[in-house]
């Protein structure tokens, strides 16, 4: 029961973090949306159907769970965000070790997330996903 609760309430906050993540440049959107739905699946099998089922969210969890991959669109959006918020926190943080380290995290970040495969999509529809 305290599991689920758990499971339940960082699902939400994911949720909340992943729609802000829509208007606000530097919160991603698509890592939240993912644990969102792992921990739906396994707090509240209903919420992970109405999330996989969401318009706006489906398509990008249904490419990751199909197929470990996500839309060309989806990774460019992606890097520009990650490029465009480490170097705002680089030009602002005033140590030398501060600014090494969120580059050696981005640049790291960067590779992982490039790696990533890409799907892509024939038609704007969830069926052809």
Same mark, same amino acid.
């Given at each position: 029961m305290?599991?689920? =609760?758990? *499971? !339940?309430?960082?699902?939400?906050?994911?949720?909340?973090?992943?729609?802000l993540g829509?208007? +606000?440049?530097?919160? /991603?959107t698509?890592p =939240?949306? *993912? !644990?969102?739905?792992?921990?739906?699946?396994?707090?509240?099998?209903r919420?992970?159907?109405? +999330?996989?089922?969401? /318009?706006?969210?489906?398509?990008? *969890?249904?490419?990751?769970?199909?197929?470990?991959?996500?839309?060309?669109?989806?990774?460019?959006?992606?890097?520009?965000?990650?490029?465009?918020?480490?170097?705002?926190?680089?030009?602002?943080?005033?140590?030398a070790?501060h600014?090494?380290?969120?580059?050696?995290?981005?640049?790291?970040?960067?590779?992982?997330?490039?790696?990533?495969?890409?799907?892509?999509?024939?038609?704007?529809?969830?069926?052809?996903?």
């Amino acid at each position: 029961m305290i599991k689920r =609760f758990i *499971l !339940l309430t960082v699902g939400w906050c994911c949720v909340a973090l992943g729609v802000l993540g829509i208007f +606000l440049p530097l919160l /991603p959107t698509t890592p =939240f949306l *993912l !644990l969102a739905s792992a921990c739906f699946m396994r707090g509240s099998p209903r919420l992970n159907t109405w +999330l996989t089922n969401h /318009p706006t969210f489906g398509p990008i *969890l249904y490419n990751w769970h199909q197929h470990g991959a996500i839309t060309r669109k989806i990774k460019r959006r992606a890097n520009i965000m990650i490029v465009v918020s480490f170097a705002f926190s680089i030009a602002v943080v005033p140590l030398a070790w501060h600014k090494i380290m969120l580059i050696v995290i981005g640049v790291t970040l960067l590779v992982w997330f490039n790696r990533l495969p890409v799907v892509e999509s024939v038609a704007p529809r969830r069926e052809n996903y």
